[in-house]
C-alpha cells in the first residue's frame, strides 16, 4: 500500500499570512495513463470534508483561488496564499494512482495563532 | 445539485449487522463509480470500499474484507454497504462518495456505533 505523509501535522497561522502543507508519498504517483492522482481535502470542523483540489493542482470549482497545489512524482505541496478564518480545520491528501486501497496523510490541523 | 444522502447507520452490538444506503441524485448515477469511506471519532479518513460503475467490479480495505459487502442499484440511483460481524473498531461515521477524477463529492455521514 502507498503510505502517504504529511507535515507538519498542527499548523498555526496568522491571519492573512501563507500556510504551505507538505504531502510525500511512498512510491511515485505517476499513473501509467500519464495523470497524477493526487488530492487534496478541506474538513471544517464540525463538516464533511470536501475536494480542494484533484490532479495535484486542478482546483474543484468554488474552491478560493488563494488554495493552490502543485509538486510531482512523490513530494507534493498545498499553499493557502493568505489564511482567512474559514480556512480553519484538517487538510488531507489522498493518492488515487495505486489502488486499492485509496490511502490519505494523516491530517494537518489548520488554526489561528 | 449533486446531494449524496446516507441513512441506515445506529447502534449495534458487537457481532451484529447493518445495512448502509447512500441515495444519489442530481447526476447520472449509473455513469459513476462509488466508494464508502469512515472517519473513526476523532481520526482520520480511511477508505472502505469502492465499486464500479455497473457493479461487476468491486474492491475492499484489507480490514473489512470478507465481512462487508458493497453494491448498487443503479435503477434507484442508490449505492449500498451490507456490515456484517461488526466489531467495536468499525465505530465511525461512513461517508458515501462519487468518484470523479478520484473521490469528489461527500455526502454528510451515517454514525455508526458498535457497541454492547
Known amino acids: 500500500d502507498v503510505v502517504m505523509t504529511q507535515s507538519p501535522l498542527s499548523l498555526p497561522v496568522t491571519l492573512g499570512q501563507p500556510a504551505s502543507i507538505s504531502c510525500r508519498s511512498s512510491q511515485s504517483l505517476v499513473h501509467s495513463d500519464g495523470n497524477t492522482y493526487l488530492n487534496w481535502f478541506q474538513q471544517r470542523p464540525g463538516q464533511s470534508p470536501r475536494r480542494l483540489i484533484y490532479k495535484v493542482s486542478k482546483r474543484d470549482s468554488g474552491v478560493p483561488d488563494r488554495f493552490s497545489g502543485s509538486g510531482s512524482g512523490t513530494d507534493f505541496t498545498l499553499k493557502i496564499s493568505r489564511v482567512e478564518a474559514e480556512d480553519v480545520g484538517i487538510y488531507y491528501c489522498?493518492?488515487?494512482?495505486?489502488?486499492?486501497?485509496?490511502?490519505f496523510g494523516q491530517g494537518t490541523k489548520v488554526e489561528i495563532k | 445539485e449533486v446531494q449524496l444522502v446516507e441513512s441506515g447507520g445506529g447502534l449495534v452490538q458487537p457481532g451484529g449487522s447493518l445495512r448502509l444506503s447512500c441515495a444519489a441524485s442530481?447526476?447520472?448515477?449509473?455513469?459513476?463509480?462509488m466508494h464508502w469511506l469512515r472517519q473513526a471519532p476523532g481520526k482520520g479518513l480511511v477508505w472502505v470500499s469502492h465499486?464500479?460503475?455497473?457493479?461487476?467490479?468491486?474492491s475492499y480495505a484489507d480490514s473489512v474484507k470478507g465481512r462487508f459487502t458493497i453494491s448498487r442499484d443503479n435503477a434507484r440511483n442508490t449505492l449500498y454497504l451490507q456490515m456484517n460481524n461488526l466489531r467495536a473498531d468499525d465505530t465511525a461515521v461512513y461517508y458515501c462518495?462519487?468518484?470523479?477524477?478520484?473521490?469528489?463529492?461527500w455526502g454528510q455521514g451515517t454514525l455508526v456505533t458498535v457497541s454492547s
Open positions: 442530481g447526476f447520472i448515477f449509473s455513469n459513476y463509480w
Open positions: 465499486i464500479n460503475n455497473d457493479g461487476s467490479g468491486t
Open positions: 462518495l462519487r468518484d470523479y477524477q478520484g473521490l469528489e463529492y
Open positions: 489522498m493518492q488515487g494512482t495505486h489502488w486499492p486501497p485509496w490511502t
